[in-house]
């Protein structure tokens, strides 16, 4: 077992643990919150090192999947997804937003600021918004 795989086993399974704590602490009210909070700091890796396992991963995760390459797509949901960013905590991490062209409604993130919008949850999205009623 590689070093960085007993790390990221070990972090995932420390994750689980303390998320197991933090929804029975959550109903003290602010005890588990500020304990969430505090959570959410923790990183086992340094920003380095979470964007080199985050390359790597994509490297070979985007060898798997179908990227959607319509740029007018594509740069919209990438200047959606950057708009939070300049309110993260981690704003020194780059963050990416790609679509993938596969079934289901979803989206997933990677180690490193990489970000993925399955097409059908975009198309779901604009479904909805023609649902909507107009308000002037």
Do not use: W
């Amino acid at each position: 077992m590689t070093d960085t795989y007993k790390r990221v086993t070990i972090g995932l399974m420390l994750i689980l643990s303390l998320c197991a704590g933090c929804a029975s602490l959550n109903t003290a009210g602010r005890v588990g919150h500020s304990l969430i909070e505090t959570m959410s700091d923790i990183n086992i890796f340094t920003d380095a090192e979470e964007l080199q396992f985050g390359k790597t991963f994509v490297a070979q995760h985007e060898k798997e999947v179908k990227l959607y390459t319509d740029a007018v797509v594509t740069n919209y949901i990438n200047d959606l997804g950057q708009s939070p960013v300049r309110y993260s905590k981690r704003s020194n991490i780059p963050y990416t937003f790609k679509v993938v062209d596969t079934k289901g409604i979803n989206a997933y993130a990677v180690p490193g600021g990489f970000i993925y919008v399955h097409l059908d949850l975009i198309r779901a999205a604009k479904n909805e918004n023609l649902k909507l009623p107009k308000y002037e």
